[in-house]
């Protein structure tokens, strides 16, 4: 008797690849044979094929039957019938998480535009623009020249050994690939083993066609089933199905013949849902300007090295919007976190404005390019970079880095089948000792485990990764992959200056042994008569807290210590730094965290050693006074920050900087350590109210939008804010209760905020008039008063402007000014400031 499930399909994107194949793999379990029937289309196919599965149009709520017939049907009936109920609703879960609460919310210069705009999540700034192309898209109506066919024997021969070959490698990929990539490779597999496909391709080369046309026919035979599906989901899977008729042309005629990404000519921003470090490299980096995935963190390999390359990226992108877009241009926004398609002429002029404001920035940081970190007492303090991969010492030290102060060496192991050889690291430290010419490198030995996965090494998940078996505590178990490491940085250390860093040690026993390590290489090497430093400084990352109670004897042992604030605020504070739900208490600025950081440089600096920090702490402009105050040798940091932190640097001096931290150990919570710094940046050098630098005589600003945010840029040009679309935003509120345009041809816009560090009257004569509320304005003068220190200024310099402005003499006099230093003068006298 033949039985029957009756059943509901309940999946948001229909039956597409994924559930497909996880249907088909049951089916194939059983001799009987297994019908899918979809009654809404009324379509009954094998469903021991995922193509033809696929091809039943199954949507959300669509009403199906498995009929089920043969000699296991019993068994068959009772798997299936599980696998409905319990396993199909989680066949399709999302890829990627949402981060909402991590969106820019949008500057109102560019909101009130109204900007055809699709947001994602900003993982390295910047402003980009160009045609939006795809990776790995092929257009299937372009691959058709091929030459003659040969016999149909050797065609199908071309075409079966080639299907043959790439299962293999797809279940070779399975084994060592991630639960997200699994399930992608399982669905290309299903595809690839389905009888219906090969048949397919079969049937092309009876009619005489070569197997690579062949392949191709059978890709749009099966990608028109799905274009025609009712579902938009369904329609993009068509993406799976050219995937792996790509990769099997490949097989056949190599990759150089079907490269998966066009040769580019012009500036190009790439989409694409996943990208390989190497796919990465691949890239023509003249015409890359900017890039979108689907998947990936912030700490993600491939965004490592995009932001090493200045390449503004978003992770999180749908794709599935962004398609209609191709061959168009766009513009990323890398600071925002968005991609701005369609452009308006007035969205266009906010880039233009924006692209200014950068160059401005540049600059005028670019003095700091090749000086020493210092402040303005003349306390030296070195600026380092972090990088990931040796590539990216090149554009630090252009970025300005007096050095590297982390080299992350486990990336050199990750997204690959096998751990890299001897000689292939020695040829990579080599190449950044190149680029570094005589300045040092601290090579951080491997760092895997946890939550660094490396596939081949088969280390088992854990419960609480970041406790557990990583870093220096898997050394003993893979010792010749840590030999190896060894012996190749020893072998660099003979061409440049590099100092060797051991991650997560926490007790002397590690200290000892990997001294141990490091000797019998050092004297395997001399046996070898292969040079090396003989001196290489040894040193630790300071990030488990057990280190700060023995430094008197770790100095005994080891050279220099950088601090892995990152490790160290979660093992001091016991708060998982990946943990959202914990975000709150993992914060840096927390009393006790401060006074262990003080303990640390104090202690080490009394046994006569050097002190570094390499953790994200170190790259925070706002906690750099701390980070002064601390008296750190070093200061390493992602390459981006570098310039802007050596020139607030120059501004701090070492003495407040310390009576400053003093207080922030005697806080009792890290708000009053925030309050503390606020406070002290507004203190700071204590600037006139009116200065030229923030007056501007006949922009180029047509609009109320582009004055308030040329205005608030200015202030950040002129180092009196550091978040001008923040300043600008506490304007607008004011402006949304009244606008604040007092006839006369005049408008006022001011505000009392915590994001103006230096308070400013700061005014714009401009060129022809702008719609300002319901009048027209051509002259404006803004108050940016600091919210701390301004107390009742703010109201009497606004009342005192308003009466002036009543007066003729005094509006004639701004008005008829040409420059800025005349506006200045008026003012001051006018104000009496
Ligand atoms: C740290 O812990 O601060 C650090 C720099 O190391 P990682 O972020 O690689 O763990
Ligand atoms: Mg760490």
């Known amino acids: 008797m033949a039985k029957k499930i009756v059943f509901t399909c309940i999946l948001p994107n229909g039956i597409h690849a994924r559930p497909a194949s996880n249907i088909e793999k049951i089916c194939n379990g059983f001799i009987s044979t297994i019908q899918w029937h979809n009654l809404r289309t009324n379509i009954i196919v094998d469903a021991k094929s995922v193509l033809s599965l696929i091809s039943t149009n199954t949507l959300l709520n669509d009403k199906c039957h498995l009929l089920i017939n043969g000699q296991d049907e019993e068994q068959a009936y009772i798997r299936l019938n599980t696998f409905i109920e319990n396993e199909l609703p989680f066949c399709d879960e999302e890829l990627i998480a949402n981060n909402d609460e991590e969106i820019t919310p949008l500057p109102r210069s560019l909101s009130n535009l109204n900007p055809h705009i699709i947001r994602a999540k900003a993982v390295c700034g910047g402003i980009a623009s160009g045609i939006l192309k795809q990776i790995d898209y092929i257009d299937l109506n372009k691959l058709d020249a091929f030459l003659p066919a040969e016999s149909i024997e050797k065609e199908q021969s071309i075409a079966k050994n080639a299907l043959t070959k790439l299962q293999k490698i797809i279940s070779l990929q399975i084994d060592c690939a991630s639960e997200t990539s699994k399930d992608i490779l399982s669905a290309h597999l299903a595809i ?24 191709i026919n059978t890709a749009k035979f099966f990608s028109e089933q799905l274009i025609n599906s009712g579902s938009e989901y369904l329609k993009e899977r068509t993406l799976d199905i050219r995937d792996v008729c790509l990769q099997l042309l490949q097989q056949i005629y190599g990759e150089n013949k079907f490269s998966t990404h066009p040769k580019i000519t012009e500036p190009t921003i790439y989409i694409a849902e996943e990208l390989t470090p190497s796919q990465f490299l ?83 940081q670019k003095t700091f390019i090749n000086t020493p970190g210092a ?56 190449q950044a000792i190149e680029a570094a010419k005589q300045r040092t490198i601290i090579i951080r030995t491997f760092d895997i485990g946890g939550d660094k996965p490396v596939n081949y090494l088969n280390i088992p998940r854990e419960n609480n990764p970041f406790l557990g078996y990583r870093a220096v505590r898997i050394y003993q178990e893979f010792l010749t992959l840590f030999r190896t490491q060894l012996r190749a940085i020893l072998k660099a250390s003979a061409h ?17 042994w990997i001294k141990e390590e490091l000797a019998n290489i050092k004297q395997s090497l001399r046996n070898e008569k292969i040079p090396f430093d003989e001196k290489i400084p040894l040193g630790i990352m300071l990030e488990v807290p057990s280190i700060m109670f023995i430094i008197d004897q770790c100095c005994e042992e080891i050279d220099f210590f950088s601090i892995g604030s990152n490790d160290l ?226 109201m009497r310099i606004f009342s005192k402007l308003a009466r002036r402005i009543m007066h003729e003499e005094f509006r004639t006099s701004l008005v008829n000014s040409s420059t800025a230093a005349e506006i200045e003068t008026i003012l001051k006298q006018e104000l009496e400031i």
Not at 496 to 512: D, T
């Open 192 to 215: 690839l083993e389905d009888p219906s496909f090969y048949e397919q391709i079969e049937q092309h080369i009876e009619q005489n066609l070569t197997a690579g046309a062949a392949i």
């Open 282 to 364: 691949e890239l023509d980096k003249k015409h890359l300007k900017g890039l979108l995935l689907a998947q990936g963190g912030t700490t993600s390999h491939t965004v490592i090295l995009a932001r090493s390359f200045n390449i503004p990226t978003l992770v999180g992108v749908n794709i599935d919007i962004l398609k209609k877009h191709i061959d168009q241009k766009v513009k990323v926004d890398g600071d925002l976190g968005l991609i701005a398609y369609n452009l308006s002429p007035e969205v266009q002029r906010y880039y233009q404005l924006e692209s200014h404001l950068h160059a401005q920035l540049t600059e005028k």
């Open 375 to 430: 402040t303005v007492d003349g306390i030296k303090i070195e600026i380092a970079a972090n990088i990931a991969h040796s590539i990216e010492a090149q554009s630090a030290f252009n970025n300005g880095a007096q050095s590297i102060g982390l080299f992350r060496t486990e990336m050199l192991y990750m997204d690959r089948h096998h751990e890299p050889s001897e000689d292939e690291l020695y040829n990579t430290f080599c």
């Open 496 to 512: 440049g200056k590099l100092k060797i860093m051991i991650p997560m040690i926490s007790s002397m026993e590690e200290v000892l």
């Open 569 to 794: 605020t979660q093992y001091l504070l016991a708060v998982d730094r990946d943990n959202a739900k914990v975000t709150k208490h993992y914060n840096s600025l927390n009393p006790a965290f401060l006074r262990g950081l003080d303990h640390i440089v104090k202690t080490v600096h009394h046994y006569g050693k050097w002190v570094g920090i390499c953790g994200e702490f170190a790259s925070k402009g706002s906690v750099l006074p701390l980070l002064v105050g601390l008296g750190l040798d070093e200061l390493s940091m992602s390459a981006p920050n570098i310039l802007a932190t050596k020139a607030r640097l120059a501004k701090l001096s070492r003495s407040d900087c310390r009576i400053l931290l003093n207080k922030a150990m005697n806080c009792q919570t890290s708000l009053e350590v925030e309050h503390l710094l606020a406070q002290f940046r507004m203190e700071q050098g204590d600037l006139p109210l009116i200065t030229s630098e923030t007056i501007t005589i006949e922009p180029d600003w047509l609009s109320k939008e582009e004055v308030i945010k040329g205005m608030t840029d200015n202030l950040l040009i002129a180092a009196r804010c550091r978040y001008p679309q923040k300043l600008a935003e506490d304007i607008w509120l004011r402006e949304d209760v009244f606008s604040t345009a007092l006839g006369f041809g005049f408008a006022i816009p001011h505000t009392k905020s915590e994001h103006i560090e230096q308070s400013t009257i700061s005014v714009t004569k401009l060129p022809c008039p702008i719609t300002w509320g319901d009048e027209e304005v051509s002259f404006v003068i803004m108050l940016t008063l600091n919210k701390h220190t301004a107390g009742d200024q703010h």
